[in-house]
DNA sequence: TCTTAAATAGGAATTATTATTATTTAGAAT
DNA sequence: ATTCTAAATAATAATAATTCCTATTTAAGA
């Protein structure tokens, strides 16, 4: 789903937060940029559209992202931090060779996943979600 | 299975690796510690048998055991690397209150999402390995 | 238009991790 | 047991990612 910079603001009031320009600029290059980047990646996109906006600011905005559910971390392994929009549940595919991280939805997966350990009890721990982080080699190149 | 110092030491000399003291206790004290800790919990723990050891020297000791397939980083919310002994296959469960993480097997779950990942195959993308990262709620506490 | 709480810019501080260099040491050779 | 040396470590500095602080700006309600 295309994230216009009206349904950022519209998503910004719904949760009571003020409309800056530097809220929306994040949030679209987060969602134009599916390659889960680091907040210093975001940063640099950013800093091409807002060459005043603060790297402090970057952070602000994000950690308040993540507080709102508008935006999750990824987990990877994890030297720096990784972001991505909450959308539609999904998981991702990392590369053994690169710092190359993709989307992957499997909805039918994930309900085998899901219905598995829900019959499946745990014991000492109620399960709240999951996240299937699969590694390999990307054998396509996608900017081809 | 219990690592002992002696399994320890022969591993290193597997790996043609010196056996120093600090790798040892180093070793030691992860595959004691399944609370897959960062490198200054690990730092902390060992500094109680060794004064002297260096901050350097742990995170040296740890890259090299990553390098050499002895301990993984574990993928999880990336503000600081967490470590864990490589060992039979596993998962992981996280606490959502807290930053708890419990090594979770399961051969048959495992099982299941490794033919449904070899029938399926995900285009573009050769799958060599996937982590399952659980979150949830821990219910019992372990340490009653 | 005015007001003000919220947000941002700028930069300092903190923390986690890596790099550098002098010194120590594991272990092979004798 | 001793010697030798490449590998490893200690100590500390440096780097980078992230957080904190404060003065200023601004979104938006009145």
Do not use: C, W
Not at 88 to 95: C, I
């Amino acid at each position: 789903m295309m994230m216009t910079p009206e349904l950022i603001r519209k998503k910004l009031k719904e949760l009571n937060l003020k409309v800056t320009p530097q809220r929306v600029v994040i949030l679209k290059t987060l969602a134009d940029n599916k390659s889960h980047p680091t907040a210093e990646e975001i940063y640099r996109e950013v800093i091409k559209k807002q060459p005043n906006i603060a790297v402090g600011t970057v952070y602000n905005i994000l950690e308040t992202y993540v507080n709102r559910g508008i935006v999750e971390k990824i987990s990877s392994i994890g030297d720096k931090m990784r972001y991505d929009v909450v959308s539609e549940d999904h998981h991702h595919l990392f590369s053994k060779n690169s710092d190359e991280i993709e989307d992957y939805f499997n909805v039918e997966l994930a309900g085998i996943i899901g219905r598995y350990l829900e019959v499946n009890e745990i014991p000492g721990f109620k399960v709240e979600g999951f996240k299937l982080n699969i590694s390999g080699e990307f054998t396509k190149r996608g900017k081809n």
